[in-house]
């Protein structure tokens, strides 16, 4: 006789099995409604953002609110913003543009310069454009810290994302190194010779003479003096909310620079359980990059060694053709996998290029190498969209998957807009393959306390019933 219980928990799985087909069929009713999709992603839980660069999120409406306030002066002919007056120029104070009554029309060209909003899509390179953003605002963007983590969590909330994992301030460190910089030529040296042996050794050497001259104080100090406060005193994590940081490097330096920013990074990382990771920041087709690429690789490679339990996503593979040389686009996410031992790989675009893609894409699968999808920025700076996009191959072979949005303050998006391009644009995707990828921003962030992780998993669950119950036809 079957017992009871047995009966009750297969009434249950039928029950869950028809509800669940009922939500699937309602998705697939509005694939091709735009605003009905965009109501639907507006409501559903989102999980985490695992690609989110805090200075790229804000709108650029509070950095301009900040230096109005605070009375910026401005270069009429540039656009060029600075707290003290420069000598020379066509400078005037934000007060007195407003005192001639043409402050609401600065406004608007500062938002056009530190966004992408009205762009035409002829007149200049989207991808100069999207990064150039970035150094135009770029000393407001740490001012208020406090306000900017802030906006991100309220706008958060009010999405359903319950998690984010963002490219914060990465710690500075002014300690001098000059004399080490004649390193740099023969770790270039290694490079051309792919020699990872000897371009290891010598970065072992150089780990123990950086390290000598304190540079992990300058994790030290910013762990404490400037997250924490900031994390703790804002009350940023609650019921609803959570947020962890990585810690970054930018690879446009020079091979010194970069080592010790790297080695900053990941003591910050190492030394509190509000830096998840870090990661490598900057154009990848920059001069610099490219020419550094895999040196940049091996870095991370030793300081994987030296870091074990540090873990790290890496910008790979942010690159189209026509952009760079063919050739360039055959080892970027390879290197970042196989030398440098990356956790997650952001954007991954350029897979379908790679050498051995079939073999790099099982690996990944395998090894459970999850790709940050940014949809919406892989769009505007690489003009890369709809069956140019490797989603499709990266789900062939079960390479696990987050959706994310990079930089939606500059990009004037958010995180339901991409969502509702992923439903609109692969047809093939279910709505449990879309559910599947807002689990897998839990189970492949880089939270260390599992007792978190597990809360978090526990109120996506109970998030997603609710709003499940919420879909129109829906036996309540």
Not at 5 to 34: A, G, H, M, P, W
Not at 164 to 170: D, G, H, Q
Request: charged share 25%; proline share 3%; glycine share 4%.
């Amino acid at each position: 006789m079957i017992s009871r219980v047995l009966i009750c928990l297969l009434l249950t799985i039928n029950s869950t099995t028809v509800f669940s087909q009922n939500v699937s069929d309602y998705f697939e009713k509005i694939r091709n409604d735009n605003a009905s999709l965009t109501a639907f992603f507006s409501q559903m839980p989102k999980g985490g953002d695992l690609h989110h660069h805090y200075s790229g999120s804000i709108y650029a409406e509070t950095f301009i609110n900040y230096v109005v306030q605070h009375d910026f002066v401005i270069n009429r002919k540039t656009l060029k913003v600075s707290d003290k007056v420069i000598p020379g120029g066509d400078w005037v104070n934000f007060s007195t543009l407003e005192n001639e009554g043409t402050l609401p029309d600065y406004k608007q060209k500062l938002i056009q310069k530190w966004s992408i909003k009205d762009y035409n899509h002829i007149d200049y390179p989207s991808d100069k454009l999207f990064f150039e953003t970035f150094s135009n605002f770029g000393s407001v963007s740490r001012a208020e810290l406090d306000k900017g983590l802030l906006e991100i969590k309220n706008r958060a909330i009010k999405e359903n994302v319950s998690y984010i994992e963002t490219l914060f301030v990465y710690p500075s460190c002014e300690k001098k190194l000059d004399d080490l910089a004649k390193f740099g030529t023969i770790l270039r040296v290694h490079q051309a010779k792919k020699d990872t042996a000897d371009c290891l050794h010598l970065l072992d050497s150089l780990y123990t003479l950086i390290h000598a001259r304190g540079v992990q104080e300058c994790a030290v100090e910013f762990n404490n003096q400037t997250l924490s406060k900031l994390h703790n005193g804002l009350t940023i994590d609650d019921a609803q909310f959570t947020m962890r940081y990585q810690s970054y490097v930018v690879r446009t330096l020079e091979p010194i620079e970069v080592f010790k920013s790297m080695i900053v990074a990941f003591e910050s990382a190492a030394n509190s359980p509000l830096v998840v990771g870090v990661n490598i920041a900057a154009p990848e087709d920059n001069e610099i990059a490219l020419s550094d690429y895999w040196l940049h690789m091996v870095m991370f490679k030793l300081c994987h060694a030296k870091y074990p339990t540090v873990k790290y996503s890496l910008h790979a593979g942010e690159l189209a053709l026509g952009l760079v040389k063919p050739e360039e686009l055959t080892w970027h996410i390879n290197s970042a996998v196989h030398i440098a031992g990356a956790n997650r790989i952001g954007h991954g675009v350029d897979i379908a290029y790679e050498a051995n893609c079939y073999d790099l894409l099982h690996y990944m699968s395998k090894q459970k190498i999850a790709v940050e999808i940014n949809l919406f920025s892989n769009e505007f700076i690489l003009k890369i969209k709809d069956d140019k996009h490797p989603i499709n191959l990266y789900k062939n072979f079960n390479v696990p998957m987050v959706i994310c949005t990079d930089d939606a303050g500059v990009l004037r998006t958010n995180h339901t807009d991409q969502f509702v391009l992923l439903a609109q644009r692969y047809k093939q995707l279910s709505y449990n393959d879309i559910k599947n990828f807002v689990f897998n921003s839990i189970h492949y962030s880089f939270i260390e306390e599992e007792t978190v992780r597990k809360a978090l998993l526990t109120d996506l669950t109970r998030r997603f019933a609710k709003f499940e119950k919420s879909i129109p036809g829906i036996r309540k």
